[in-house]
Nanobody
Framework: QVQLVESGGGLVQAGGSLRLSCAAS????????MGWFRQTPGKEREFVAA?????NYADSVKGRFTISKDGAKNTVYLQMNSLKPEDTAVYYC????????????????WGQGTQVTVSS
């Protein structure tokens, strides 16, 4: 049974940084695509970043966010720098052993989400 558990969210001032973690169990992240998405009330889930053999970022976070993974810990991270109020959202970790990309429907397993709030 695949489980993803996010942590690291919180309240931060604009310009600050946070690092989100996603601990995976029941799967190995080495060969899977791991993605981060975010969602605000009333809006669809939005792609943020993904990693498999390479990385991919949404234009809105490029240059500010960095996705990485630690195979030994089976954990993926999202380092978020220069945070803006518009980054406020619930951030979700997702994985797929065979698919991936920027569309949420291409991911098979999801975490419960962690709230990130950026104050101005």
């Amino acid at each position: 049974q695949v489980q993803l558990v996010e942590s690291g969210g919180g309240l931060v001032q604009a310009g600050g940084s946070l690092r989100l973690s996603c601990a995976a169990s029941g799967c190995t992240i080495r060969s899977a695509t791991m993605g981060w998405f975010r969602q605000t009330p009333g809006k669809e889930r939005e792609f943020v970043a993904a990693i498999n053999w390479s990385t991919n970022y949404a234009d809105s976070v490029k240059g500010r966010f960095t996705i990485s993974k630690d195979g030994a810990k089976n954990t993926v991270y999202l380092q978020m720098n220069s945070l803006k109020p518009e980054d406020t959202a619930v951030y979700y970790c997702a994985t797929s052993p065979t698919r991936g990309g920027v569309r949420s429907e291409m991911y098979d397993y999801w975490g419960q989400g962690t709230q990130v709030t950026v104050s101005s």
